[in-house]
């Protein structure tokens, strides 16, 4: 099958690895001959200042190199530390496409103004859309660190404690 990308990046925190980024993934290497992996260090997600603790660089870093290995996608696949929302898919020449989650697509749009500023063509932008969990609500690691979800979008269910127990 050909591949309609040379290069195609994305990126991410990648913490609790889950199908959502398994979907935005898979895409990047259905579309592209070589996927750019833009993964956030430490200190930039630092700055994000999410709402949970996120796991260390070295501990995302495996598993997403176990996922790419599992699935053939290593040799393909280039893995990039970003400092900041634009790495190098604000700069490369090489870089044709870039796949974001309807939750990130405007990354994208700034990543390709940043472009044009530079005379770099803009990238193709694909969004997929978000993977839902089995109540219709997207999958996050947010909900994955908080115990209302799996990494499959599962509900965790509560065990409910009555007054009389």
Known sequence: MSKRFKV???GG???EFHKGHRVLLKTAFEIGQRVMIGVCTDVFVEKMKKPHEVAPFAVRLE???SF???HDWLERSEIVPLHDSYGPASTSKKIEAIVVSQETKQGAISINERRKAKCLP???VIIIEMVLAENCNPIS???IRCLEIDHEGRLI???IISKNS
């Open 122 to 124: 803009t990238l193709s």
């Open 63 to 65: 598993e997403l190199k």
């Open 141 to 143: 690691t947010t909900r």
């Open 13 to 15: 925190t990648f913490d």
């Open 68 to 70: 790419l290995l599992k």
């Open 8 to 10: 195609v990046a994305v």
């Open 157 to 159: 269910k509560s065990r």
